[in-house]
Each structure stands twice: as C-alpha cells, then as structure tokens.
C-alpha cells in the first residue's frame, strides 16, 4: 500500500506520519487489497481536520472527521474507515457469483 501524508498548515513530523501508518495496519488487516491511500491533515484555529482517500479495487473510499486534537481527528478517522471498510469487503462478497444451471 502506497500512503501519502500531507498537511495544510501543518507540517508533517516523522512521530505523525508513524501515527497515521500504524493507525492505517488496522484496516491492511481487515482487507489487503488497499492500493493506496492519501491522508490530509488540516488545522483551523480551534478544529484539526483529517480526511482520508482510500483507493481500492473499483472504488474509492472518502472519510473525514473534525476534533480539537489531532490525534483524536486520526483515531476518529481511522474508525469511521474501518466501518465503510468493512462495509465494502462484505457487499463485495455478498454479489451472487454466475452459476452453473443444472439442467
């Protein structure tokens, strides 16, 4: 998996990017087939922001979640993705596959 992290009026510490990619192991485990993902985080003056673009196979998964401390907009975030995550695997194998008619 591909992970970039950026920041809007913030600079990115090696202590946040680790943060954020030992955060993103949680979903590697739940579904494997994550090709990339783009974190950015964000600070207003009273609000930090962390939004996230998961790239799967046929999809594209976008979250965002608002705190006053960036660490819990990340923790927040990596929930709220975890659930769509897990949303997505099982509606990806709830498909009926083709079958075979016996005749």
Do not use: W
């Not at 998964?61 to 995550?85: G, N, S």
Request: overall charge positive; some cysteine.
């Amino acid at each position: 998996m591909n992970l970039s992290v950026s920041g809007h009026h913030l600079e990115v510490t090696p202590a946040i990017r680790s943060y954020v990619s030992g955060k993103l192991e949680r979903i590697r485990r739940h579904f494997d087939h994550v090709i990339d993902a783009h974190v950015i985080l964000s600070v207003s003056k009273i609000r930090q922001k962390a939004e996230v673009t998961l790239h799967v196979r046929g999809k594209d998964i976008y979250c965002e979640c608002e705190e006053a401390d960036l660490y819990a907009a990340i923790d927040l975030l990596i929930d709220k993705l975890d659930r769509q995550v897990l949303r997505y695997k099982d509606r990806r194998n709830d498909k009926p596959h083709d079958s075979i008619k016996h005749a």
